[in-house]
């Protein structure tokens, strides 16, 4: 069949079967580039979320559980260890002044988690932002409101915890 062809016909042949491999190589690669773009995108949200995973909740919930056992047993060590870094740059914390710088109860106290809220800020690593009461274990009574904004990095399953105020907490979770 090919030998039919002149010498001219041939060569527009290998250029339109040469253009043809190299159109769908590109339209592979796009493809390609676009998928990988996407799937790294489904890693960070762009708006706080509501968290419905009763796991998550309850990881989230003994990690602020954990620092405040901590602060009840005046263990400054463990306080400093699981203290956010920007938390503890902008307080001027150090292992010494640690338990100064953290609210401190004079009784036992455990804390009652009201409204949490989740944002994936890279790959398995999420920002949790937490409403609650602080609660008298002596007596079950209602303390304060305390507000926490947690890392949880689950690459290297760790956490870090800061206290915020009330002004800074994102409060507006969507479903």
Not at 25 to 53: C, N, P, Q, R, W
Request: charge should be negative; proline fraction near 1%; glycine fraction near 2%.
């Amino acid at each position: 069949m090919l030998d039919n062809l002149s010498q001219e016909q041939k060569h527009v042949l290998i250029y339109w079967i040469l253009f043809g491999v190299i159109f769908a190589s590109l339209a592979i690669l796009i493809s390609y580039i676009t998928i990988s773009k996407k799937s790294e995108e489904t890693f960070v949200d762009t708006d706080y979320g509501v968290v419905t995973d009763y796991n998550r909740y309850y990881t989230v919930k003994n990690a602020i559980i954990k620092y405040l056992s901590y602060v009840n047993s005046k263990d400054s060590d463990s306080i400093y260890e699981v203290l956010d870094t920007s938390y503890i740059n902008d307080n001027s914390i150090t292992k010494d002044n640690v338990l100064s710088k953290v609210e401190n109860y004079n009784v036992a106290i455990s804390y009652k988690s009201n409204k949490m809220c989740y944002k994936r800020i890279a790959k398995g690593i999420t920002s949790y932002e937490v409403r609650g009461s602080i609660i008298s274990m002596n007596t079950s009574s209602y303390l304060n409101d305390k507000y926490y904004n947690i890392i949880l990095d689950e690459n290297n399953i760790t956490f870090t915890i800061k206290p915020i105020d009330e002004s800074t907490f994102i409060g507006d979770c969507h479903e």
